[in-house]
C-alpha cells in the first residue's frame, strides 16, 4: 500500500480533527502530497496540498484559515488537522500524491498519481 489515510470520525460542530496519511518512503520524499474530500452526491474537491521541496501549502478557499496539512518527516506521514469544524465538511477524505512535473495542477485531482483509501468525517450534532 502506497498511501493509508486514517483519522476520520463523528464529531459535532465546532471540533477538531486530525487526519493522518502515511506514504511509502519513495512518495514521501518525491511527491507533492494532497487532501481530497467527496461529499455524497458530489464531485471529488481539493481540500489542501503540501510541496516537499519548500514546504509550501495551498488551501481550498473552503477550509482556508480552518485546515492545516503539515509533513512528518520521521514517519512519513502527511496530517490535516482541521479545526472549527462544520457539517458541510462532512465528506469523504482521501490522500493523494502528485508528481512535481503536474505541479501547476495541483487543486486537479485527475492529475494526482497515487491515491489511498478514504476515510470518512462527519460533522453532527
Known amino acids: 500500500v502506497q498511501l493509508q489515510a486514517s483519522g476520520g470520525g463523528l464529531v459535532q460542530p465546532g471540533a477538531s480533527l486530525r487526519l493522518s496519511c502515511t506514504a511509502s518512503a519513495r512518495i514521501f520524499s518525491n511527491y507533492v502530497m494532497g487532501w481530497f474530500r467527496q461529499a455524497p452526491g458530489k464531485e471529488r474537491r481539493f481540500v489542501a496540498a503540501?510541496?516537499?521541496?519548500?514546504?509550501?501549502?495551498f488551501y481550498a478557499d473552503s477550509v482556508s484559515g480552518r485546515f492545516t496539512i503539515s509533513r512528518d518527516n520521521d514517519r512519513n506521514m502527511v496530517i490535516l488537522q482541521m479545526n472549527s469544524l462544520k457539517p458541510e465538511d462532512t465528506a469523504v477524505y482521501s490522500c493523494?500524491?502528485?508528481?512535481?512535473?503536474?505541479?501547476?495542477?495541483?487543486?486537479?485531482?485527475?492529475?494526482?498519481?497515487?491515491w489511498g483509501q478514504g476515510t470518512l468525517v462527519t460533522v453532527s450534532s
Open positions: 493523494a500524491a502528485l508528481s512535481t512535473t503536474k505541479f501547476r495542477w495541483v487543486r486537479y485531482s485527475e492529475k494526482y498519481d497515487y
Open positions: 503540501i510541496d516537499y521541496r519548500d514546504g509550501d501549502t
